[in-house]
T-cell receptor, first 114, second 116 residues
Framework: EDKVVQSPLSLVVHEGDTVTLNCSYE??????LLWYKQEKKAPTFLFML????IEKKSGRLSSILDKKELFSILNITATQTGDSAIYLC??????????????FGTGTRLQVTL | DTEVTQTPKHLVMGMTNKKSLKCEQH?????MYWYKQKAKKPPELMFV???????INESVPSRFSPECPNSSLLNLHLHALQPEDSALYLC???????????????FGQGTRLTVV
């Protein structure tokens, strides 16, 4: 059975801190790993990672994948209160034709305080 | 337009009611999905449609019946639901086209369903 494990489950930091969120996975026929941010309802897409060792960056957020050790990290630097959300890691498998089959981790709940 | 639109935003229904959730996207995506999300849990895949055909049903009870009338629309018909079916129902779409690199799934805002 596919498994996606995120840590920590929750985190409280002060504005300006840097945080690292972790995602490890056991999935047959791995295709890609995705990070989403969920505030109230819709998960919003952050990154899709398919190749090991290539960092993806968007502003203060960055992410990298290690396909040998089967994990990914999401870094957020200079955190702001607007970064408070649940961060979801999901893994997509091959073998589902052209569609995705995402298995989500339990998420990391990040709270950024003033 | 990178939007997936879901209606209604909220729905309260009795256990004997029949209702439908609707989802629409105009990004030309050929893969559409229904996910169910209970409070404080991650989304769980229910159904996948690829080119308007049902390709994955994750052993969902028959009281949930999906329908894909065309490439832009996805419905979820609900009948004889139980209180434990109360959840946020999320629709998503992705590129899903043969010969193209698959892209991320875009999610709608969801329908918060309460079964009483």
């Amino acid at each position: 059975e596919d498994k996606v494990v995120q840590s920590p489950l929750s985190l409280v930091v002060h504005e300006g801190d840097t945080v690292t969120l972790n995602c490890s996975y056991e999935v047959t026929n791995f295709r890609s790993l995705l990070w989403y941010k969920q505030e109230k309802k819709a998960p919003t897409f952050l990154f899709m990672l398919t190749s090991s060792g290539i960092e993806k960056k968007s502003g203060r957020l960055s992410s990298i994948l290690d396909k040998k050790e089967l994990f990914s990290i999401l870094n957020i630097t200079a955190t702001q209160t607007g970064d408070s959300a649940i961060y979801l890691c999901a893994v997509d498998r091959r073998g589902t034709g052209t569609a995705s089959k995402l298995t989500f981790g339990t998420g990391t709940r990040l709270q950024v305080t003033l | 337009d990178t939007e997936v639109t879901q209606t209604p935003k909220h729905l309260v229904m009795g256990m004997t009611n029949k209702k439908s959730l609707k989802c629409e996207q105009h990004m030309g995506h050929r893969a559409m999905y229904w996910y169910k999300q209970k409070a404080k849990k991650p989304p769980e895949l229910m159904f996948v449609y690829s080119y308007e055909k049902l390709s994955i049903n994750e052993s969902v009870p028959s009281r949930f019946s999906p329908e894909c009338p065309n490439s832009s629309l996805l419905n979820l018909h609900l009948h004889a639901l139980q209180p434990e079916d109360s959840a946020l129902y999320l629709c998503a779409s992705s590129q899903g086209r043969a010969g193209l690199r698959n892209t991320e799934a875009f999610f709608g805002q969801g329908t918060r369903l309460t079964v009483v």
